[in-house]
């Protein structure tokens, strides 16, 4: 990749509302040049890159964590892509609550945008492109948690919730005072939050100026749209002609909801108000619809299986007047995950893990792949300029998110918001390294070694176990799990794509499920036995670490390392999959990979609630699963292990690490355990952050550093 600098930087935008402290770009001056959690905490958080109508000018967000104040803020940015060797930035917000859902109207002579009134509810405000003229639009009751305005600017789509579930109250009106939920049906709680409200879609009359006539599209139907919960505007698509709108649900409640994936997307007319199901037989998420620019096709990301939520994804097309589909990556061995179109409507770029990293891709409607930009990075988000170059973003292991112009198999920089703390440190490095694997095959390993490595010296090592448990273990930037941040502090990082990762085609992606504790266990050791006959690694102070599935694989490798680790530390993970299997939320998850999804299952095994079910004695791959539970392995534990969970954490409850915690203490073994009843499956607020990372080093310099004992 080729880099340009930012050349001038101007300031605007409006002042202090209220008297919310302000948060803004902290000064940091390194102290050492060794990348540290202040240097991580202190970095700009670069998201949401957005063309103009002209592709001349770019708005952009970048937001800040204080953990003095406990908080992040985010405002707007502009560039201006005119010259492209000259770019112009001029900062457009400087409020102490963030900005977001930015978004060009009038042919980019103004900026709609989310920012919160007096009450922190978020409403529609606008400004002209140059941050000046800053007007409130919206005065809703209830806040708008997303936008989508149409080509003519004449609708608006809003997202806000709406009432779901019944109080007590309701059901007894004389027990006013009564504190109970009356449930009667599953999901009735989801990743962090009790299911009380659920999204739909608002339909209003906009004039630039005023929202009018807000119409729910759904009306009574008890149907999310965005899906939860991590659901967006990326859910809804205006045709061209503002005559139609395309929005994504899963219309189902309760336990069909919780055993399925089965998302569709429903295009409504404006005119007769009719609803139709473009997607009506697809079995699986049905996903990021997007009209092409001419109006004939709709794209979009499409799953095949029900119940299945790492299937492999694919590009669908349809012809809008013909109704025909097209699975445009029926010959392509990798899961897509961001599409967007080209101008010219023959093709679209793509995004997609391969062989470890993230590239730019581009297929035309006939299915011919080609490479836009590639390289030792992952690139985010895609805003086309032409229909051969796009603008989007990269980060890598030693770089956070930055906004890149792509063509021609390469890659031009063009923000540096961090680059003044990067200019101060010696970032470690990474290395890729071919292991082999216990069946005989070949898995890329990254290996992340400190700055000033010395070969002739001898370093701990530390094994990354990656959650998912199909996430890819590429060129990933994660202000939690930053691996960076880990080898500066002195470790080499040891980690392995094993079995069950995207970016190495659908069969290595698709082995682990069925097979919790098998071969990619079998990788992971591999990997370790491999880096660990290094002349530079010391062999006993070698350390396992990992979130979510990562944590599961903690607690399992506690029970089986064979005294390859001095050290655990467990992040959110499962510890007894019995407990999990019926604990967890969304049951398809559980079904699916306990051992209702495996190869060997019947063809409905994904629309049986209860086939991965530990309690089905006639499925051996389930019954296999659960007898390799990592709870039925404790008594073979001897290795110091640190715990950690979020109280919030519905997806895994902190009781899986209250187990593990209580097991390890009951055998006698080192453990300590931080419990966060203010955090979900991630730790977010920014002390906490900080907080966990310095556990988390505490804990690793005590059993893998002599000197630190």
Known sequence: ??????????ACGGAKDDDTPMVDKPEFTSADGVFSIDALEAMGRVSAPLLSPDAKKLIYTVSYESVEHNRSNADLYLADLADMDNIKFSRLTSTPKSESNAAWIDGGKKIAFLYPDSEGHNQLWTMNADGSDRRQVSK??????????????????????????????EVYPDLPKANARIIDDMMYKHWDEWVTEIPHPFLADFDGKTISDPVDILG??????????????????????????????RKKTGMAYAISTNSDLFLYDLADKSTRNLTEGMMGYDTNPTFSPDGTSLAWLSMERDGYESDKNRIMVMDLATGEKRDLTANWDYTVDEIAWQPNSRGLFFLAYRDGVKPVFSILLDGTISVISAGEVDYQSLQPMSDTEVITMAHSMLFPNEIYHAQNGSARKITGVNDEILAQIQM?????????????????????????FDPNAKYPALLYCQGGPQQAVSQFWSFRWNLALMAANGYVIIAPNRRGLPGFGTEWNAQISGDYPGQNMRDYLAAVDNVKTEPWIDEARIGATGASYGGFSVYWLAGNHDHRFACLIAHAGIFNIESQYLETEEMWFANWDMGGGAQNAPADAAMNPTYGAYWNKDNATAQRTFAMSPHRFVDKWDTPILI??????????SSQGEMAFNAAKLRGIPAEMVIFPDENHWILKPQNAVLWQRVFFRWLDRWLKPAAK
Do not use: C
């Not at 950690?644 to 409850?653: Q, V």
């Open 428 to 452: 470690p490095t990474v290395e890729r390294r071919m292991v082999p694997t216990t069946d005989g095959k070949e898995m890329l390993t990254w290996v992340v070694k400190p700055q000033n």
């Open 644 to 653: 950690t969970h979020g109280e919030f954490d519905y997806r895994i409850l």
């Open 1 to 10: 990749m080729t880099t340009i600098a930012a050349l001038s930087l101007t």
């Open 220 to 249: 009574d139907e008890p149907y999310e749209s965005p899906v939860k919960p991590f659901g967006g505007i990326e859910s809804f698509a205006w045709s061209p002609d503002s005559k139609s709108l395309v929005y994504t649900s």
């Open 140 to 169: 809703l009751e209830k806040a708008i948690d997303g936008f989508v305005i149409s080509p003519d600017e004449k609708k608006i789509v809003l997202i806000q919730q709406v009432k779901y579930a019944q109080t007590a109250q």
